[in-house]
């Protein structure tokens, strides 16, 4: 168990570095950026630049996040500071949807007022070339966490799109500078404020979800009431709950009616079971059962908590 213990926490110092580094590429790409926006008067520049700094700020909430994550649970604090990722993606996203409404607002005054237009387009396509680059080494670096982590996935999605966009202003420089087409520039501007919305709105949504305890979408709590009614020695589940404390931990709680009247060895035994049982077939780690015999609350599986409470 100790060794498991020391195995998460190397890994979340490990995570806390490849963070340290993307926050300071995100930071150089973001600085450089809007410097060249202001002089090459590009609005598709500040947009990319912008969209590296909610990632810059999204990557400082997640590494104080995952500080926190370090901390050990307290009796005020008995779950910790496990939330705190969750929170943190929160964050971003609303974050997200604010820059994205000012680009889209910036981009139809631009398309409206044809002299606001002019834009040097190699310095654009230089500086998004700067940002392909750093952007792709980011990518690199936090690719393996982000299949196990909330916040580094869309961490490593927003990334990913970074770069796909410092693209797009790079095609966009030089479609001004060949072709002359400077009103690419906000049209491109407000394409990336629309992905921007889209993404912000599903994270937003997502970690809404967790917040508000909803059931975990991969969970099916009929199913599980199904299979721990398999229990010879159980004759109901009801008042049943699985929400999510963080990314990585399930929790589940409900009562559980015995056909006899066990002793307290017995049913102990046959929770045990019940709890191997969700931990194999459901993933969830963390399960609070209430037995009962003979009891007299109401037997459907989800409580409405406007009823009398038990």
């Not at 700094?53 to 009796?75: C, G, H, R």
């Amino acid at each position: 168990m100790k060794e498991n213990a020391n195995h998460h926490h190397d890994e979340i110092n490990l995570r806390g570095r490849k963070l340290i580094i993307t926050i300071v590429l995100n930071l150089l790409i973001t600085i450089a950026q809007i410097i060249g926006a202001i002089f090459a008067n590009s609005l598709a520049l500040l947009s990319d630049a912008l969209h590296n700094f909610s990632d810059s700020f999204s990557l400082v909430i997640t590494y104080i996040a995952n500080q926190l994550t370090k901390k050990k649970s307290t009796k005020k604090e008995t779950f910790g500071y496990k939330r705190a990722e969750i929170i943190a993606a929160f964050i971003h996203a609303s974050f997200l949807l604010i820059i994205a409404v000012y680009i889209i607002y910036e981009s139809i005054r631009r398309i409206l007022s044809p002299s606001t237009l002019e834009v040097d387009p190699v310095l654009v396509m230089a500086l998004a070339g700067f940002g392909i680059i750093m952007n792709g080494l980011s990518v690199l670096i936090i690719y393996g966490d982000s299949k196990k982590n909330i916040n580094l996935r869309s961490a490593y999605v927003h990334l990913f799109s970074d770069m796909l966009s410092s693209v797009a202003v790079l095609l966009g420089g030089a479609a001004i500078y060949f072709f002359d087409i400077s009103v690419i520039d906000p049209i491109l501007s407000f394409a990336i404020a629309i992905y921007l919305i889209v993404f912000g709105w599903r994270l937003v949504k997502e970690s809404t979800k967790v917040l508000m305890q909803f059931t975990p979408k991969n969970i099916d709590i009929e199913e599980i009431a199904r299979d721990l009614s398999t229990f010879r020695e159980i004759r109901n589940i009801h008042h049943a709950h699985a929400w999510q404390l963080n990314d990585d931990e399930i929790m589940f709680e409900a009562h559980i009616e015995f056909a006899d009247n066990l002793t307290i060895s017995e049913a102990c035994e046959v929770m045990a079971s019940m709890k191997d049982l969700l931990n194999q077939h459901f993933n969830i780690h963390h399960t609070t059962f209430q037995p009962e015999f003979q009891g007299n609350c109401k037997k459907d599986l989800i409580h409405q908590s406007h009823e009398h409470s038990d």
